[in-house]
């Protein structure tokens, strides 16, 4: 049996897309390999944020918390520690463990200070530091998963050379979660065929490119969009309200697992024109909800989609539009993307994540031996 320990730097409870990578480990690997892996998950977060903190210095406190939950740890019991996100990696310098390995789900912030996307926000010389830090120490583990290619193409071209390499290992998606009937615009409270878009506000996720490429789509289509996620900024407010849009758009924030998977099965297109994404998860929900899909090329998306959707450049919003007429005027190609877009998603099951993450975990351990 080897003694696995997740390193999560998350707050017990918080919902989000590390913590569902979490326990999409802990249940593919508990089904799969019982009686090989003993796993137990350490929160280095754990201590969540303190509110007598100033708000500008609140992320260097929480930094500082993980930073101690670390160098604290008894680590003693485990084979092989695993840092579920490399974001943090600045973890490992202070570890001393030689058996560690991270994955890496992107390195936007890297790219983001190196001035990769126009008119993102700019990086102070603090956070500077401390993506710096996270490279190098993700660079010090035995061995790192990347969740896509492209992840791990940006990993290297950033200088990351760990002993073991950079091996790719994607992400799964539980398809039982958003399968089902299709349901139609009223089983979600609409009146009429609707557009779905899931994402935060990151400016990498182009919420503003969103509403505005569905702008785009003819009006006597009578479509409207559900932006689901955190609540609208006021940027895309004012831009809803410049663009007499209000009636049309719904904002439906942060739904439940039910609701998203409704919003999933009953929208006519799901619309996802990132700027870049690591890996790109609500693409293969959608897909694995029978909801044809129309996205960007940007980042690890072709890797994710192939074939199984329809595809334009982030910034040609006009095509990304027509893309979407496209797949609400023609039955036939709808049927044969939502089709393509569930073989697609079989792919990505939870058995090949665990099979190849039990592969990683058992080199990393017997090279030790």
């Known amino acids: 049996m080897i003694r696995v320990g997740l390193l999560d730097t998350t707050v017990p409870g918080h919902r989000g897309s590390m913590a569902r990578y979490r326990e999409l480990l802990l249940a593919a690997l508990g089904k799969y390999y019982p009686d090989t892996f003993q796993l137990s998950v350490e929160y280095l977060g754990s201590e969540g944020q303190s509110s007598h903190v100033p708000r500008r210095f609140r992320m260097w406190h929480r930094h500082w918390q993980i930073c101690k939950a670390a160098r604290r740890l008894d680590t003693s019991g485990y084979d092989l520690l695993h840092l579920l996100d490399g974001s943090f990696g600045y973890v490992i310098k202070v570890m001393r463990r030689h ?19 126009a008119g993102a926000p700019p990086v102070r010389r603090g956070a500077r530091w401390l993506i710096t830090q996270a490279i190098d120490g993700v660079s010090r583990c035995r061995r790192v998963c990347a969740i896509s290619q492209s992840t791990a193409r940006d990993l290297a071209r950033c200088g990351c050379e760990p002993a073991g390499g950079i091996h790719v ?35 990498y996720k182009n919420r503003i490119g969103v509403i505005e490429t569905f702008a785009k789509v003819d009006p006597a289509m009578n479509l409207m ?16 309200a410049r663009a007499g849009l209000g009636p049309r758009i719904v904002f439906a924030e942060d739904p439940d697992e039910d609701l998203l998977s409704r919003y999933y099965r009953g929208a006519a297109v799901f619309l996802f024109p990132s700027i870049y994404e690591g890996f790109g998860w609500p693409p293969l929900e959608a897909m694995s909800a029978g909801c044809p899909i129309v996205a960007s090329t940007a980042g690890s998306l072709p890797e994710v989609i192939g074939t199984a959707g329809l595809t334009s450049d982030w910034r040609d919003q006009q ?17 044969q993307q939502i089709a393509a877009g569930l073989e697609r998603a079989r792919t990505f099951c ?20």
């Open 169 to 203: 290992v994607p992400m799964a998606v539980d398809a039982e979660q958003f399968s089902g009937e299709r349901l139609s615009p009223h089983d979600v409270g609409l009146d009429r065929p609707f557009v779905f878009h899931l994402g935060n506000n990151g400016f």
């Open 319 to 335: 095509g990304l539009a027509a893309q979407v007429q496209r797949l609400i005027r023609d039955n036939t190609l709808r049927d």
């Open 350 to 369: 939870p058995q090949r994540l665990a099979d190849q993450m039990a592969a990683q975990y058992e080199s990393v351990v017997g090279s030790d031996q």
């Open 99 to 117: 058996e560690i390995l991270a994955t890496v789900h992107d390195v936007i912030p890297r790219m983001q200070m190196e001035g990769k996307f």
């Open 225 to 240: 969009l559900v932006m689901a996620g955190p609540p609208a900024d006021d940027t895309m407010r004012g831009l809803v």
